[in-house]
Structure formats: C-alpha cells, structure tokens
C-alpha cells in the first residue's frame, strides 16, 4: 500500500498488508499469558508504555503531520492523548473489583475477567486517538488486541505497537494489521477468535459490522458518524460564538464526527447572526499543516488536504435550519 502525504501528494511509505490471520493466532496465544500477568504488574507495564509513549512524542506527531495531514499543535495533542489514556487505564487493573449479592442462605460472587482476542477497527481522521480509545482498556482489563488502522493513515499504529514492545509488553499482545476495510475489516470482524470489535467510522460499515457480529454473539461497539449542531440562543454572546463556530466545524478540516455541520440560530438573532458570522468565517486560510500553528497566534485550524479528501467536502458549509426548515446556507470559501 502507498501512504500518500495528503497534503503534497507524494509517497511517505509503503506498507504490506497484514495477515489477519497471523496477528489473531499471535494474541490468542498471548492470551493466556497475559491475562495471568498480576493487576499491579499490568498496570506497571501500562505505565511504562505510557511514559515510552511520552518520550516520543514529537515523532508520533510529526508522522501524523506528515500521514494525516494534521496540524502540528493537533498531532502533539493527540500524540498525548495516547499517552494519558494508558496512564489513566494503568489504574483500572487493580480496581477490576465484582460484586458480592446477598442470596438465601449465602452470597454470590461476580468476577469481571477479560474475553480474549478484541479487535479494534480506526479511522483516519484521529488515528492515534481512537486507536488508544480502544486498546488502552482492552488491555487494562487484560485482553489481547488487534488493531486495523485505516489503509490510508497506518503508520502512527505501527509505530505506537513497536512502542509497546519497547515498553516491555510481550509478544502479541498488541497488533497492528494494516489494510483496506473490506478486506482485513471484513476478516477481523469474522475471525472465530475475535470476541470483541471496536469499531468507529460510518453507519453503513457499522450496520454491517453488526449484522457479522451478531452471527455468533460477537460483543461490539459501534461510534458511528454524526451530525452534530450548534443551538445558538437570543442570550448568547454573538460576537463571540461567531468567532467560536468556524473553528468548531472546520477543525482537523472538518473529518471530526462532532464537528458543528449544523447551526440552528434562534430567529429573533437570526439575521443580526449572519451580519456577524461571514467576517469571522473569512479569516480562516487554507495551508500546508507543517505551516500552521507553527508559532503562537498562528491559525490552526485547517489543514492543506484533507486525509480523504472526498470526504472532507461536507466540512464546507454551514446548513442553518429556521423555523425547523432548511433555511440559509453559509458557505465559506476554501480554495
């Protein structure tokens, strides 16, 4: 596969497809060692991969700047998130408690214990995020994990999984299998080992993914696309949220799933809004990622290209309802 820099278009890399196969026989194996590993020591293990993670932060972003097309203040960020969710997780393994229930003549126990292979299916608009979203409680709890980055934005899970390994995390306990959706996607999904899916992307490949799993009650969660809004009442400070909302949808070039694509504006500051919010909209410039937010007071906002840029195009407009119709569309030039 040709990793693709979205925005100069030159080849970055070139990555081979992973076996799904392969990597799920791999954490299967690795199971039963790893949920044996004692809570204390897994959250040490959790620790160190963080502060690994932190130590190389400046080179997970600057791969995301370069794969993803994001900006260099939003790829340290993320490349952070990672770093703060396994820190928080490291907490959990020892805090796994279940639950003792007066019975006649007694009390029962309940355990939580971990369910094996999970497999975590990404995005490209926030690869590193997600990822960790999935595979830092999988693994706290005690699970293995593979994961499959999106074809187009594979490298910082590859190299986050080599992280691991430097960590101390053995053999196997975290994948990464690189390909296209409908083909390790699909396998992943479908692999008999696989007891959990994470998934985050689209509501069509959701539906799917969940008419596979429930073949053979394979636990899933699903974060699908949405369509979120801004609700703008008469009190509020309209300067203010003028300046607030471009960013608000045009953040990581609007590939967000809670990017403000709806405004809904109170009629009686309907009209007075509009005269505000085309002003605000038009200081934003569409750059290089590398150039923005390079300093401090530096639009940080856009990028150059989207990492998919088809994608990227509903990211262009504001789509106002009034009076619970479609009313005014604001749109911003972004050439």
Known sequence: MRIINPATEEEIAVVEPGSVPEAVAAAHRAFDSWRRVSPGDRARLLRRFASVVDSHLDELADIE??????????????????????DYYAGAPERLCGRQIPVAGGWDVTFHE???????????????????????PALAAGNTVVVKPAELT????????????????????LQVVPGQGSVQGRELVAHPLVRKIC????????????????????????ELGGKSA?????????????????????????????????????????DEFFGIAPAAGSQLAGHGPAHL???????????GRAADPGRAEAGTRFLVSRHGS??????????
Request: aromatic content about 6%.
């Open 65 to 86: 700047v370069r794969n993803a097309g994001h900006t260099p203040g939003n790829a340290r960020w993320e490349a952070g998130n990672v770093r703060d969710l396994l």
């Open 114 to 136: 971990p369910m094996g292979v999970v497999g975590v299916i990404v995005p490209w608009n926030f690869p590193m995020p997600i990822a960790a979203w999935g595979f830092a």
């Open 154 to 173: 594979p490298l910082t899970a590859l190299r986050i999984a080599a992280l691991a390994l430097q960590a101390g995390l053995p053999e196997g306990v």
């Open 199 to 222: 998934f985050t992307g689209s509501v069509e490949v959701g539906k799917e993914i969940m008419a596979a799993c429930a073949r053979d009650l394979t636990r899933v969660t699903l």
């Open 230 to 270: 801004t609700l703008l009442f008469a009190d509020a400070d309209l300067e203010k949220a003028a300046a607030a909302l471009p960013g608000a949808v045009f953040d990581n070039a609007g590939q967000d799933c809670c990017a403000r694509s709806r405004l809904l504006v109170e009629s009686s500051v309907h």
């Open 293 to 303: 937010g390079a300093t401090p007071g530096t639009c940080s906002v856009l990028c």
């Open 326 to 335: 479609a009313g005014t569309t604001f749109r911003q030039a972004l050439e």
